[in-house]
């Protein structure tokens, strides 16, 4: 059985929770899903408390999944990039301005709600584990992504090589490749509002027939309160599927099972 969650964004506690109650983990936040497989869409760090508690908990449970025949597979999201561009590239200028003042890396990433704590916390194992999540995964029918975007096609035309090209960014020391992926990883709701086509488009292209994405919260998408989002977003003639509970917010989130 595969799980998904959304966007954790730092919310540990809740985190913890949510997989407790889907039977996955035990009291002591071990893994107790047996064989079952558990995706995260991405954005574990920033505006929640303790960002680099989650990256350790999923690294954790990657080893402890593995050993009981299970799996956890983490995607990579556009804060993840944001928060490595911080860490590998503090003092150099990014692309965005405001106020007419370039912000760098580390001021752009404040500005998104960076947590100072996670920065002082984050060690080089931490930054080569999210420099390792791939960008997109396919379970069977189902394309699991972070951002509810079309930009993946501008780093390849298969799931394999938008995978490699963007790690390869990654793994560069070019601000400029770096600042590139991260403004085409902010954009959102390419599939809103009269976009079944390009998500069909793009489904077709990476050979699914559905996408499962977080970024966008549902709340905001729906205009209600986070603490009334409790089940995913299905549009778009019903091709995609929106996780993002907004945990950060208050939301009480859910674990989504792909049946």
């Not at 420099?131 to 035309?157: I, K, N, Q, W």
């Not at 292209?205 to 919260?217: C, E």
Request: hydrophobic fraction near 40%; aromatic fraction near 8%.
């Amino acid at each position: 059985m595969d799980y998904v969650v959304g966007d954790v964004h730092g919310c540990l506690p809740a985190l913890v929770a949510l997989l407790q109650r889907a039977g996955l983990l035990g009291p002591r936040a071990e893994w107790t899903g047996g064989e079952a497989r558990l995706w995260l869409l991405g954005d574990y760090t920033d505006r929640g408390p303790d960002g680099v508690g989650v990256i350790e908990l999923l690294m954790r449970l990657e080893e402890q999944a593995y050993r009981a025949g299970g799996a956890v597979h983490a995607l990579l999201g556009n804060h993840d990039v944001l928060l490595l561009e911080a860490y590998h590239f503090p003092d150099e200028p990014s692309g965005f301005r405001h106020d007419g003042i370039t912000l760098t890396f580390r001021e752009l990433w404040l500005r998104a709600r960076g947590q100072p704590a996670d920065l002082e916390r984050l060690r080089p194992e931490h930054a080569e584990w999210l420099a390792h999540r791939p960008a997109l995964a396919r379970v069977e029918g189902t394309l699991l992504m972070h951002a509810d975007s079309d930009f993946y096609l501008e780093y390849g035309s298969s799931l394999g090589e938008i995978n490699a090209n963007i790690r390869a960014v990654l793994h560069s020391r070019d601000p400029v490749r770096w600042d590139r992926l991260e403004e085409r990883f902010a954009s959102r709701m390419a599939f809103w509002n009269g976009g079944a086509p390009k998500a069909r488009g793009l489904l077709a292209l990476l050979g699914a027939g559905r996408l499962v994405h977080g970024h966008t919260p549902i709340y905001s998408v729906l205009e209600r309160h986070p603490e009334e989002v409790r089940e995913p977003l299905v549009y778009a003639e019903g091709l995609c599927v929106n996780l993002d509970h907004c945990l950060y917010q208050g939301g009480p989130g859910f674990v989504y099972r792909l049946d």
